[in-house]
């Protein structure tokens, strides 16, 4: 098993800093998976086995110290767009010529949101994120029933006449 990631000296002060606080039971735990490397000299399993944490959230935990300082005990929130090519604002103001052409009733085709967004952001994109993006903004796919294009109502109704049981 490899070694842990040394700690820096000047995060070491910020834990001794942050010790001196109160916080609520979460902010403690996240503290002690730090603070029982440190002081106490635990390994990665010790301390797993001390707070019923899962190794890798216990590895997670000390690095994300390591980078971000005290503000890993306090932020608990991990999730949220990460990737995300535009911001939520930025998203309706990309679509709002879009939606002028909706509203009219006309043909909108997901290509042309496509090659506009590509021009927008400089770089090639997935046809799937044109479709999450409308999906996200509450856009659906409404579009006629399809038809075949030698489709012949007589011919229909003629079978429909011949098929049924009492007919």
Known sequence: MRPPRPIPE???AELKEFRKRKWPGSEFQRFLCVWLRVEQGLSTKEIARVLNWHINTIRFTQS???AR???AFVEEKRGGRRRQLLTIEEEKL???PFQNVAGNGSMLVANEIKAA???QLGRTVH?????????RHGWRKVVPRPKHPK??????EAFKKRASPTG
């Not at 046809?127 to 999906?135: I, M, P, S």
Request: glycine letters at 4%; hydrophobic letters at 40%.
């Open 69 to 71: 300082g005290p503000k």
């Open 94 to 96: 990309f679509l709002a």
């Open 151 to 156: 489709h012949n109502k007589e011919a229909v």
């Open 117 to 119: 967004l590509e021009k």
């Open 10 to 12: 000047y995060r070491l």
């Open 64 to 66: 994300d110290f390591i």
């Open 127 to 135: 046809k799937t994120t044109v479709y999450r993006l409308l999906r």
